[in-house]
T-cell receptor
Framework: SQKIEQNSEALNIQEGKTATLTCNYT??????LQWYRQDPGRGPVFLLLIRENEKEKRKERLKVTFDTTLKQSLFHITASQPADSATYLCALNTGGFKTIFGAGTRLFVKA | NAGVTQTPKFQVLKTGQSMTLQCAQD?????MYWYRQDPGMGLRLIYY???????DKGEVPNGYNVSRLNKREFSLRLESAAPSQTSVYFC?????????????FGPGTRLTVT
């Protein structure tokens, strides 16, 4: 069956360090992959999109990699800050209008 | 520019009652979506509308109906609410062609069915 896996355990890191979140998928051939941020009680907010023919994408302190051979995406936040604490969602689109979301990984950044 | 708005923010229903969740976007997007989010699970697509006048089922459509009233508005109706429909409901819209792009989400409606 098709599955997206994100680490269900929360990630705790110290301010200033790099946070790395993982998204693994099986039985998909995604055309592109997205990452969203969700704060408690709010809707998800789009962060980055990476296409299947791109290895890496950057935006300010954020970096996403996409390895279609390993079926994995890594999401990095460099120089992390307490304001980066949130849940981060991975989402895949295999073409068409249906996007599949992972359950998310909670990130806590300690000052 | 409010983005995507949803009403109500909170709702409590008794089993068997009906209600309509409202969603509107002011970004002139063609595509609109309804998702539900349950603890420990990813967002699951209920219905979507690729463009004004069209609607299609998503992953979990049973127990729901939708109406794309115009380009701005997309409503979700629960005809006979069940406890299994207790969830947080999000509406989203997208300007991307063929659904291939980022989605903009509303603040959510927290629904409890007792």
């Amino acid at each position: 069956s098709q599955k997206i896996e994100q680490n269900s355990e929360a990630l705790n890191i110290q301010e200033g360090k790099t946070a790395t979140l993982t998204c693994n998928y099986t039985n998909y051939s995604p055309a592109y992959l997205q990452w969203y941020r969700q704060d408690p009680g709010r809707g998800p907010v789009f962060l980055l999109l990476i296409r299947e023919n791109e290895k890496e994408k950057r935006k300010e302190r954020l970096k996403v990699t996409f390895d279609t051979t390993l079926k994995q995406s890594l999401f990095h936040i460099t120089a992390s800050q307490p304001a980066d604490s949130a849940t981060y969602l991975c989402a895949l689109n295999t073409g068409g209008f249906k996007t599949i979301f992972g359950a998310g990984t909670r990130l806590f950044v300690k000052a | 520019n409010a983005g995507v708005t949803q009403t109500p923010k909170f709702q409590v229903l008794k089993t068997g009652q009906s209600m309509t969740l409202q969603c509107a976007q002011d970004m002139n997007h063609n595509s609109m979506y309804w998702y539900r989010q349950d603890p420990g699970m990813g967002l699951r697509l209920i219905y979507y509308s690729a463009s004004e006048g069209t609607t299609d089922k998503g992953e979990v459509p049973n127990g729901y109906n939708v109406s794309r009233l115009n380009k701005r508005e997309f409503s979700l109706r629960l005809e006979s609410a069940a406890p299994s429909q207790t969830s947080v409901y999000f509406c989203a819209s997208s300007e991307a062609l063929q659904g291939k792009g980022e989605q903009y989400f509303g603040p959510g409606t927290r629904l409890t069915v007792t």
